[in-house]
Structures are given as structure tokens and as C-alpha cells.
């Protein structure tokens, strides 16, 4: 299996970023933990778009809230 896919080239360049705790690749998507005082989910979303892909919904892993962001 390539373990040098786009996919796994997004999943480090986020890891390096102040803020994002720790990237979970799943099946069309990712998890990622973040601190919301280091970075943004409006950050997040803007990274992964400048990546190539689409970033669309956030949960909340504490308060279960949710947010939408498919520009």
C-alpha cells in the first residue's frame, strides 16, 4: 500500500501546525483535534481547502456541537 498519498500528505502538514493536536485518517475523512486557542475551525477548513480538498464538518468532541464549512 502507498503510504505517500495526498491524503497522508495532508494528514502530516496538519500535525505540524500550532494548534492541531492530533489527525485521525478515516474513510472520506478525518478527525482532528484541536485547540480552538491555537487555531481555528475557520483555520482548519481554509488549510484543508488550500490542500485540494474539501473540508465540510466540524463536531465539537466536548460540547457535541456541530459547524458547516463547504466553501
Known sequence: MDTDTAEERVKVALEKIPGIQ???LVQRGAFIRY???GITKEEI???IRR???R???FQDSKSGDTGVSSQ
Request: aromatic share 6%; charged share 5%.
Open 45 to 47: 477548513c481554509t488549510l
Open 51 to 53: 490542500a485540494g480538498y
Open 22 to 24: 492530533a489527525v485521525r
Open 35 to 37: 485547540n480552538p486557542i
Open 55 to 57: 473540508a465540510s464538518t
